[in-house]
Nanobody
């Protein structure tokens, strides 16, 4: 059983910053990939950033230059530093961990409960 616990959401003004945290119940090296997803009100959940246990990261275009994903293997945690926040960044942010079975190549996805981010003036 994998547990992911997010924290760090809140309400900020446009241009503000927030740092989200996601603590996993097992070593980050158990996962093939860890990601942050954003679900805006009334919209589908979308990936915004991902990171491998070895630190390789990827971002969706809308957050490049504003968000930074990082991880601490010592703390089994993944972080999302968000800067220059915009109203369209409002929504629920979910931490996701992917495990790929090395034999079957089947993917297993585990989700946190989500943390709310509100950006408004």
């Amino acid at each position: 059983q994998v547990q992911l616990v997010e924290s760090g959401g809140g309400s900020v003004q446009p241009g503000g910053s927030l740092r989200l945290s996601c603590v996993a119940s097992r070593s980050l090296f158990s996962f093939s990939l860890m990601s942050w997803y954003h679900q805006a009100p009334g919209k589908q959940r979308e990936a915004v950033a991902s990171i491998t246990p070895f630190g390789a990261s990827n971002y969706t275009d809308s957050v490049k230059g504003r968000f930074v994903i990082s991880r601490s293997t010592a703390e089994d945690a993944v972080y999302l530093q968000m800067r220059d926040l915009k109203p369209e960044d409002t929504g629920t942010y979910y931490c996701e961990a992917t495990i790929i079975n090395s034999f079957s190549h089947r993917e297993f996805h585990h989700w946190g409960q989500g943390t709310q981010v509100t950006v408004q003036g």
